[in-house]
């Protein structure tokens, strides 16, 4: 989830920690965020955290609970509203494409669940 960072400035802005201070303070300073597992796949534990419509307590208990009480990292990365119009995945072998998918979320979500 942190080898796209590569990228620079194509990379979202993103935090990776387990201190539910600095996350927090991450998510107030962006307003809204997308949470996401660092040893999870396939969508699993993702959520996008709005600092503006959800109560800053339950942001904080979403952050601890990720981080299972602030004992492993995740990572935290700027929400980009664009995702609405779904995101395409690229798989390279010996630097040729090899696949290529589109996912798109369901209308109203901001998660793509593959399942």
Known sequence: KWAPAAL?????????????????????????????????????????LDAEAMPLSVVREKLRSASERESIPVIVQQFLPGIARGETRLWYVDGKLLAAIRKIPKAGESVIDMD
């Not at 990379?11 to 920690?17: A, C, E, I, T, Y």
């Open 8 to 48: 620079g400035p194509l990379f979202p802005r993103s935090l990776v920690s387990s201190s539910v201070d600095r996350l927090t303070e991450f998510v107030i300073r962006e307003k809204k965020a997308v949470l996401k597992p660092l040893f999870l796949a396939q969508s699993r534990g993702v959520e996008v």
